[in-house]
């Protein structure tokens, strides 16, 4: 039996909260590497200060992301110009995406 969209929208809102620690473990990113990703607005996690902090799987995700391109990249670049970097990468894959959204709608015209 199919799941419905309903029943997978809700799959998808599940969301598991990690602390710093917790964090840094999984995404293999120091803690100073989190606070500067924090500061330069890429990661944005819930709580005030970094002993409050807690990250969602967006977060993660992103964090995991940026960690592996330096990786397999062999980048020896600091946090700040990887993180711009991949901040120009998502908006040329957003604008390209709306794009083809126009081009799909135009032909449709």
Request: glycine content about 4%; charged content about 25%.
């Amino acid at each position: 039996m199919a799941m419905s969209q309903k029943s997978i929208s809700i799959i998808q809102a599940e969301i598991t909260w990690l602390s710093l620690g917790e964090f840094t473990e999984i995404s293999g990113l120091s803690s100073a590497q989190v606070q500067e990703l924090v500061e330069l607005g890429v990661l944005s996690p819930s709580g005030a200060s970094a002993r409050e902090w807690l990250f969602n799987h967006q977060s993660m995700a992103l964090a995991r992301r940026l960690r592996r391109l330096q990786q397999d990249l062999d980048l020896d670049l600091d946090l700040q110009a990887l993180a711009l970097g991949y901040r120009l990468l998502e908006r040329i894959t957003e604008l390209e995406n709306q794009l083809c959204r126009e081009r799909a709608s135009q032909l449709r015209e």
